[in-house]
């Protein structure tokens, strides 16, 4: 019964900046890799960014440097620092995990960046 329960999300203005947070609860064995997936109305799901053991990232190009991903592993968190949002950023912004040789998907926060 693991769980993976996002927060941080709400509304922004464009240019303003968000910090989205996973909580992985439940029997933690071991986890490989976290990560955020993004999806708008009318498009696929498609990946964010991405933390993997030993720090290593994988971030997308829409990122242009303006999101930072990071772990507490003690914590069993991760985050999505987002920095100068635009209105196309806009989302259900959703948390990913392999955990226990599993993959889980949080239920999504909703970022708006709208004036």
């Known amino acids: 019964q693991v769980q993976l329960v996002e927060s941080g999300g709400g509304l922004v203005q464009p240019g303003g900046s968000l910090r989205l947070s996973c909580a992985a609860s439940?029997?933690?064995?071991?986890?490989?890799?976290m990560g955020w997936y993004r999806q708008a109305p009318g498009k696929q799901r498609e990946l964010v960014a991405a933390i993997t053991t030993g720090a290593t990232t994988n971030y997308a190009g829409f990122v242009k440097g303006r999101f930072t991903i990071s772990a507490d592993d003690a914590k069993n968190m991760v985050y999505l620092q987002m920095n100068s949002l635009k209105p196309e950023d806009t989302a259900v912004y959703y948390c990913r995990a392999f955990i226990n040789k599993m993959l889980y998907w949080g239920k999504g926060t909703l970022v708006t960046v709208s004036s």
């Open positions: 439940g029997s933690i064995g071991s986890i490989v890799d």
